[in-house]
């Protein structure tokens, strides 16, 4: 018996359910990386992106409803590896200059694949007939190219000058 073909529809369920995923291990990780931190505004960057990560996560149960489905995660390997790196310097890095700049750098990697998800997204939305959840992945689109800007501004402006220095 010949396989169902996949299309492009089974294929936006899958990475809606692969980014859903990710975003919920983004939520779970946001305050550790807070406590870790040690700029002041480092650590309200990542508490302020744990409050719109909460509301990027109604926004794709509400693309779920649109689609009529059930909100459901499939482990994303990719956020697995993003978050360990993350993790690793945490660890490494803990109380030393060049933790906060390890930080910001694993929290754009972070971004970076967010990004491209929600792009990604956002585009077979257009192409499937789906305005409605293409505007919703666009508004997270825009809060993620924004707390990419933010971190990058953060980064040039303190972060990774009091990395270099000697404590």
Known sequence: MAKKPKLLADLFHDTLKDVYFAEKKI????????????????????????????????????????????????????????????????????????????????AQAVEHYEISRYGTLATWAKELGMRDAASLLEATLKEEKATDAALSTLAKSVINVAAEADL
Request: glycine share 8%.
């Open 27 to 106: 939520l779970a990780t946001l305050p550790k990386m807070a406590k870790a931190a040690q700029s002041k505004q480092l650590k309200a960057a990542f508490l302020k992106h744990q409050k719109e990560t909460a509301g990027q996560i109604k926004r794709l149960e509400s693309v779920f409803k649109i689609l009529g489905k059930k909100p459901s995660a499939k482990k994303c390997d990719a956020i697995m590896g993003i978050t360990a790196e993350g993790a690793e310097i945490m660890s490494e890095y803990k109380g030393m200059p060049a933790l906060d700049a390890g930080l910001a750098a694993a």
